[in-house]
């Protein structure tokens, strides 16, 4: 088939080059998102950095275009695309950890990479259309551009959905890279017989893929990146473990649902604040530890967890299995306690990330959801990642006293004496508060735990300067930020 008798090279080349550029797009949220977060500011550095350098392909494309003697100057284009793309695949990790060390402002920082990485295919790729509209054969130049445009916003509708609904879940990243360097270069080929003299170039491109096969680490037991984000799990020690974007997230035991953390504990202390707990809601399953585990108590649980991919991982790995005192939800938190009819004796939210917070989940409609959908005498616990101080503390400080506003009662709880990001544990009832002398006299009479080292880390809070988050304004990013590039500290 000769593609000049039924879709142009030129066709083609401005529908690849829509596929490819948005394709990276997408793809650079997942690529930037473990080292800078996935905030607002990252996807806001990744729009502006590509439109600017789609922008000036398009400008100097344009330019240019009255001088160029034939297809060979917009294949030089597809090249540089291609090569950089694969450029890219072997450096970008190295290219990410020497931008992660700059001295530059958090809320800048992810601009650097996203323009090392992908301004320069992304500007590349800006002059395909202007190219491929001067060597239209069209009579108009206005009927060539708008022509040519179309095809391209075509191609990054397929770019965009492609790589969202189908290439990210089922691929690496660098099979997607080598992908995207591929379609750079098909329309390079004229037909079946020029197809030959790409055949050491195919076999060397088929080689690349074997060999760039996501490479597991003597510890990994299994990796895939998932609609929502990257996955591994790992096993040393006989600990096994859950990441998630690269950090932490659930530990436990091989053949047991004990786990080495110690944060957990803390999901307990509401047993000491309310009597007769029957019903208990977990919003963020992970590997689903401590819903296990107050299951085997014979507590009624309920666990949502919005990614599929998690949940799927943690039956495989995590001896995650429902029963009839656990049920497992795959939704959104608040849609489930929107649509559920049910009230729970405790709420245990535990689906926030050092840098990934969903912010509908920390708002004061959100907790008003909450307390509606809890007992007279409920009890909420949450699982924060913050510092117990300074600037690192200001999202929790912000969680805190947006709680306050709907709960008669609210408890903080910092798990470490340290200055690195951490586990805070933040609890509010609907009680008066209970002071700590009494919690501790209660803890004595809970038989399957000792509580008391926790309680002792009980501290007081002052957030009169901290904002009430709401769904109209709640900067959880912003607040977020100085936790960008510290270590966290689980354990």
């Not at 770019?159 to 390079?188: E, K, Q, R, W």
């Not at 969680?399 to 709880?413: A, G, K, L, P």
Request: net charge negative; proline share 4%.
């Amino acid at each position: 088939m000769d593609f000049r008798n039924s879709f142009s090279r030129e066709e083609a080349a401005v529908l690849v080059s829509g596929i490819v550029s948005m394709g990276l797009e997408i793809l650079a949220g997942r690529i930037i998102a473990p080292e800078f977060g996935s905030t607002i500011y990252t996807w806001g550095s990744i729009i502006g950095v590509s439109m600017l350098a789609l922008s000036l392909g398009y400008h100097y494309g344009g330019k240019n275009s009255t001088s160029i003697s034939g297809m060979k100057d917009l294949e030089g284009f597809l090249i540089r695309t291609s090569g950089y793309i694969l450029f890219i695949m072997y450096f970008g990790d190295q290219i990410l950890s020497i931008s992660s060390v700059l001295p530059v402002s958090s809320i800048y920082a992810p601009i650097i990479p996203i323009t090392l990485l992908f301004g320069p295919p992304t500007y590349f790729l800006g002059f395909i259309s202007p190219y491929a509209a001067q060597l239209s054969s069209k009579n108009s130049k206005g009927e060539a551009s708008g022509h040519f445009y179309a095809v391209g916003t075509a191609g990054s509708i397929l770019g965009a959905f492609g790589t969202t609904f189908l290439l990210i879940p089922n691929m690496s990243v660098g099979h997607i890279y080598i992908l995207f360097a591929v379609l750079a270069a098909l329309p390079l080929i004229q037909n079946r017989r020029k197809l030959r003299t790409y055949y050491p170039a195919i076999f060397l491109i088929a080689g690349i893929l074997l060999l760039n096969a996501p490479a597991a680490g003597s510890d990994t037991l299994y990796r895939t990146d998932t609609a929502y984000q990257s996955l591994e799990v790992t096993r040393s020690d006989g600990v096994t473990k859950l990441h998630l974007d690269g950090q932490q997230q659930s530990a436990k035991y091989l053949n047991s649902t004990a786990t080495p953390w110690d944060y957990p504990e803390y999901f307990y202390i509401p047993f000491l604040m309310t009597d007769d707990v029957e019903n208990v809601l977990f919003i963020g399953g992970g590997g689903f530890v401590s819903p296990q585990q107050f299951a085997e108590k014979g507590v009624k649980v309920d666990a949502v967890e919005l990614d599929p991919g998690v949940v799927r991982a943690a039956k495989e790995y995590f001896n995650l299995s429902e029963s009839s005192n656990l049920s497992v939800h795959t939704m959104d938190g608040r849609e489930y306690l929107e649509q559920t009819n049910k009230t729970y004796d405790i709420v245990v939210l535990d689906a926030f990330r050092k840098s990934k917070v969903p912010f509908h989940l920390t708002t004061k409609q959100f907790f008003q959801l909450v307390h509606q959908k809890t007992d007279e005498d409920g009890v909420v616990v949450s699982n924060v990642i913050s510092t117990d101080s300074g600037p690192g503390s200001r999202f929790a400080k912000s969680y805190y006293t947006t709680i306050d506003t709907e709960f008669r009662s609210v408890y903080y709880f910092p798990t470490r004496d340290t200055s690195y990001a951490q586990n805070i544990e933040i609890i509010a009832s609907k009680k008066p508060r209970i002071s700590q002398e009494e919690l501790l006299e209660r803890d004595k009479n809970l038989c399957y735990r000792n509580l008391s080292s926790e309680i002792t880390k009980m501290e007081k809070i002052n957030s009169e300067d901290a904002q009430v988050l709401t769904d109209d304004y709640a900067p959880v990013e912003k607040l977020l930020n100085p936790l960008i590039g510290r270590k966290y500290v689980v354990n």
